[in-house]
């Protein structure tokens, strides 16, 4: 008799936490199971996972479905950045329209510690007017996609650190521009604050512990940071960590071979 065909796994990732799920998904369970990982593309170079690889998008969330039926995807991992809350919500509307199983895994939030000065905001309109009055020089790490707010505050000089050379040139009077890619030493990000003489950091609430360095550099320094809060996680379930979405996969697997052909 052959052997079954192996149930399909899409990651739509290109995050840390993509690459973290998919080499062990792929090692753990085998013939059993294919591993895809989906990239949006907007990243040059970017670091692939282990698996099969797409990049590029799907066309909302009815290409997304279409995909799910046409490559018999019987399991979805949505491992997006916690900020795109467009591709998750697309997620979830074209597994519950396939009826393909879905998770999200969303990476442990940040939370304050003793020393720590947070200013807490919704939005990045808010963070641009919540810089602090003494505030002149201000690191900002935001995504290029949330940097026009800023282009008010020409009060400012703003050092800005993404991971690609924007398309664009930058919205802001007074900057430079550094491009990184995380992660990223605590010292480093010490060094950076010392050297541009940064007074303020201004971030989005991404969690995890890729750029999670800035913020321990910041307090050392005392230094105010503004921060964008992060969107609630999709409705459904989810996994705070790659061993819960490894069982969550594996309970997954159980169910699916059990079902009647």
């Known amino acids: 008799m052959a052997a079954p065909a192996p149930e399909r796994l899409l990651i739509l990732g290109g995050t840390a936490e993509g690459r973290a799920l998919a080499a062990p998904a792929a090692a753990r369970f085998g013939p059993s199971l294919t591993v895809i990982s989906a990239l949006a593309g907007r990243t040059r170079a970017p670091i692939l996972p282990a698996g099969e690889v797409r990049i590029g998008g ?3 969330s009815e290409g ?42 969303v990476r442990p939030p940040w939370r304050p ?21 003494e505030a002149e020089r201000v690191f900002l790490t935001v995504g290029v996609r949330s940097l026009a707010p ?16 924007p398309a664009e040139p930058i919205p802001l009077p007074r900057h430079r521009l550094i491009c990184a890619r ?43 940071v503004v921060m964008v809060r992060r969107p609630p996680p999709p409705p459904g ?16 697997l159980g169910r699916l071979r059990a ?3």
């Open 58 to 60: 799907f066309g909302g």
């Open 113 to 133: 510690l003793p020393g720590d000065r947070w200013i807490d905001v919704a939005t990045v309109e808010e963070a641009a007017a919540a810089i602090p009055v």
């Open 64 to 105: 997304l479905a279409a995909y799910l039926r046409e490559e018999r995807i019987g399991l979805l991992i949505d491992a997006t950045h916690p900020y795109a809350t467009r591709i998750s919500s697309q997620a979830r509307e074209a597994a519950d329209q396939v009826g393909t199983e879905r998770l999200a895994l």
């Open 259 to 261: 079902r009647p052909s």
């Open 182 to 224: 995380g992660p990223f030493a605590e010292a480093d990000e010490r060094a950076l604050l010392e050297e541009h003489r940064i007074d303020c950091l201004v971030t989005r609430a991404s969690g995890g512990e890729a750029t999670a360095a800035k913020l321990a550099a910041a307090r050392a320094r005392r230094l105010p």
């Open 150 to 165: 800023f282009a008010a505050r020409a009060d400012l000089w703003f050092l800005v650190r993404l991971v690609d050379e």
């Open 237 to 252: 379930p989810c996994a705070a960590s790659v061993e819960d979405a490894l069982a969550w996969i594996e309970e997954r």
